[in-house]
């Protein structure tokens, strides 16, 4: 168990340091040909998701390899799901029924992550 956590935090916090890394410190027309809901959501939004992407990438990790509060590991995999709540619902909104696979696959790898972390923490 513990190594199937480690790959599939390693797998969801390298994604999400990479997403929400770009979220921080891209402008909008650099996000939206990878990112088209970009236009409809105001910028500060946009920075706090990314923000919020990178804390979380931290949290599946540094709590869990310092043994300080590894709960934050479930937290942040939780967040992760809703964040791709969320990004489904934006998605659906848009009729962008489509491109809502990597989310769904984004959602059920942090749900396994939760999981995985609850037997394993």
Same mark, same amino acid.
């Given at each position: 168990?513990?190594?199937?956590?480690?790959?599939?935090?390693?797998?969801?916090?390298?994604?999400?340091?990479?997403?929400?890394?770009?979220?921080?410190?891209?402008?909008?027309?650099?996000?939206?040909?990878?990112?088209?809901?970009?236009?409809?959501?105001?910028?500060?939004?946009?920075?706090?998701?990314?923000? %919020?992407? /990178?804390?979380? #990438? !931290? =949290?599946? $990790? @540094?709590?869990?390899?310092? *043994? +300080? &509060?590894?709960? %934050?590991? /479930?937290?942040? #995999? !939780? =967040?992760? $799901? @809703?964040?791709?709540?969320? *990004? +489904? &619902?934006?998605? %659906?909104?848009?009729?962008?029924?489509?491109?809502?696979? @990597?989310?769904?696959?984004?959602?059920?790898?942090?749900?396994?992550?939760?999981?995985?972390?609850?037997?394993?923490?």
């Amino acid at each position: 168990m513990t190594l199937a956590y480690w790959i599939v935090a390693a797998l969801l916090a390298v994604f999400y340091l990479y997403a929400g890394g770009k979220k921080v410190v891209q402008s909008r027309e650099q996000l939206q040909p990878m990112m088209g809901w970009v236009d409809r959501v105001p910028m500060p939004l946009v920075r706090t998701i990314g923000v %919020l992407e /990178v804390l979380g #990438a !931290v =949290g599946l $990790v @540094l709590p869990p390899l310092t *043994g +300080i &509060a590894p709960w %934050l590991a /479930v937290a942040a #995999a !939780v =967040g992760f $799901v @809703l964040i791709q709540v969320g *990004g +489904i &619902a934006v998605h %659906l909104s848009r009729g962008e029924t489509r491109q809502i696979g @990597l989310n769904l696959g984004l959602l059920v790898t942090a749900a396994v992550a939760i999981w995985l972390a609850t037997v394993w923490v």
